[in-house]
């Protein structure tokens, strides 16, 4: 058994994609981690999961925007459940500090 530490960084995203890393993995469950460093979803796409995901930002700050125009914006701490097929994008993820996400996708 390897004790991991969730802040601790080996390398950051660059260019358009963030760093998704698989934490745990189970019938029914996914939980990852994700970094961001400035990453947005792309102005004409919509990001929409046939899971539901609750997502805690553990550092860093975030805007999620929703299809009725309405966005939110995350700080540090803050969480919200997207439920399945609910269609999102991120808007906005800070670089200085960086982004780590906690992401759990459930049935």
Known sequence: ???????????LP?????????????EGIHIERIIS???????DEW???KTNEFVILLKGKASI???????IHLGEGDYILIP???KHRVIY????????????HFK
């Open 84 to 86: 399945k097929e609910l």
């Open 65 to 71: 925007e929703f299809p009725e125009g309405r966005i």
């Open 37 to 43: 460093n400035e990453q947005v979803t792309p102005f």
């Open 14 to 26: 660059v260019g358009a994609t963030e760093v998704f890393e698989t934490l745990c993995k189970d």
């Open 47 to 49: 990001c929409q999961q």
């Open 93 to 104: 993820t800070s670089k200085n500090p960086h982004c780590i996400w906690l992401a759990v």
């Open 1 to 11: 058994m390897r004790i991991n530490n969730i802040f601790q960084v080996e390398r």
